[in-house]
T-cell receptor
Framework: DSGVTQTPKHLITATGQRVTLRCSPR?????VYWYQQSLDQGLQFLIQ???????AKGNILERFSAQQFPDLHSELNLSSLELGDSALYFC??????????????FGPGTRLTVT | GESVGLHLPTLSVQEGDNSIINCAYS??????FIWYKQESGKGPQFIID?????DKRQGQRVTVLLNKTVKHLSLQIAATQPGDSAVYFC??????????????FGGGTRVLVKP
């Protein structure tokens, strides 16, 4: 158990809909990262938040957005869903401070199926 | 469980033998590298990391080697056990401004341990 929690475990929804994925980082970790894992694209970095602020952005679609709240939990919002958004979505957290990166610990993931 | 990827390179190894998994990375600005293990239906699990100012690091039964000249990373697993069967990913980190960083993952290698 990494200490990172994600809800829900599974989500099935229709095209065009909007969903929210939730992540609670390990106790004390200020950085939260979101990743998408699909069969054809592998693990792709989406976005990073550090203590409530966006710090790095990857291949995140404009239909997707995220935020980190004062209690450090994070939410990833996916809207206007398409079939191709079906994937595993992982959250990771780390105790990165300053400019020194540290290991990221991954949650169990949310499996999103868009029908 | 589900497959992480359908066309991953596979390393078959006899139980008790040593395993070597190789990874080529792309960005000469990468400052930190991590190896992850992912079992079916689970999130990536941290194995070992190495910073760019080192060329070797050892953990329990695992060793990571870094060759910055040819941008190559390897993971050695000693006395491979059935529980080591999983998909292994290397990841390279690029740091941005304070506390901003991005992990880019390799495509993964499936390790199958034969009893």
């Amino acid at each position: 158990d990494s200490g990172v929690t994600q809800t829900p475990k599974h989500l099935i929804t229709a095209t065009g809909q909007r969903v929210t994925l939730r992540c609670s980082p390990r106790s004390g970790d200020l950085s939260v990262y979101w990743y998408q894992q699909s069969l054809d694209q592998g693990l792709q970095f989406l976005i990073q938040y550090y203590n409530g602020e966006e710090r790095a952005k990857g291949n995140i679609l404009e239909r997707f957005s995220a935020q980190q709240f004062p209690d450090l939990h994070s939410e990833l919002n996916l809207s206007s869903l398409e079939l191709g958004d079906s994937a595993l979505y992982f959250c990771a957290s780390s105790g990165t401070t300053g400019s020194v990166p540290n290991e990221q610990y991954f949650g169990p993931g949310t499996r999103l199926t868009v029908t | 469980g589900e497959s992480v990827g359908l066309h991953l390179p596979t390393l078959s190894v006899q139980e008790g033998d040593n395993s070597i998994i190789n990874c080529a990375y792309s960005n000469s600005a990468s400052d930190y590298f991590i190896w992850y293990k992912q079992e079916s239906g689970k999130g990536p699990q941290f194995i070992i990391d190495i910073r760019s100012n080192m060329d070797k690091r050892q953990g329990q039964r695992v060793t990571v080697l870094l060759n910055k000249t040819v941008k190559h990373l390897s993971l050695q697993i000693a006395a491979t056990q059935p529980g080591d069967s999983a998909v292994y990913f290397c990841a390279e980190n690029v740091s941005f401004k304070a506390a901003g960083n991005k992990l880019t993952f390799g495509g993964g290698t499936r390790v199958l341990v034969k009893p």
